[in-house]
């Protein structure tokens, strides 16, 4: 079994950063793909970044350019880089992971940590 465990989110002003971290454990080995998704109030789940074991990076639309997706496969982290945070980055970030290298219906999600911008 694989657990993933988010930190790092928080109240901020538009314009401002944060940045999220994810730190798996258990069987790590199982993982490959991993990224980050999110749910605002009253919407529909959707993904933020996602990347590979090797590195490869996919990024929504609505974030390219201000977000960035990192990982350390040493450290079994992923961490996501916020920037220039605007009013409708507010919702919940969830971690996921997959066993396979792209995520389409993760394996393994966090329980999901709350990003608050303020305008």
């Known amino acids: 079994q694989v657990k993933l465990v988010e930190s790092g989110g928080g109240l901020v002003q538009a314009g401002g950063s944060l940045r999220l971290s994810c730190v798996a454990s258990?069987?790590?080995?199982?993982?490959?793909?991993m990224g980050w998704y999110r749910q605002a109030p009253g919407k529909k789940r959707e993904l933020v970044a996602t990347?590979?074991?090797?590195?490869?990076?996919n990024y929504a639309d609505s974030v390219k350019g201000r977000f960035t997706i990192s990982r350390d496969n040493a450290k079994s982290t992923v961490n996501l880089q916020m920037n220039s945070l605007k009013p409708e980055d507010t919702a919940v970030y969830y971690c996921?992971?997959?066993?396979?290298?792209?995520?389409?219906?993760?394996?393994?999600w966090g329980q999901g940590t709350q990003v608050t911008v303020s305008s």
């Open positions: 990347i590979t074991s090797g590195g490869s990076t």
């Open positions: 258990g069987s790590i080995f199982l993982i490959n793909a």
């Open positions: 996921a992971a997959d066993q396979r290298d792209s995520i389409v219906y993760p394996d393994y």
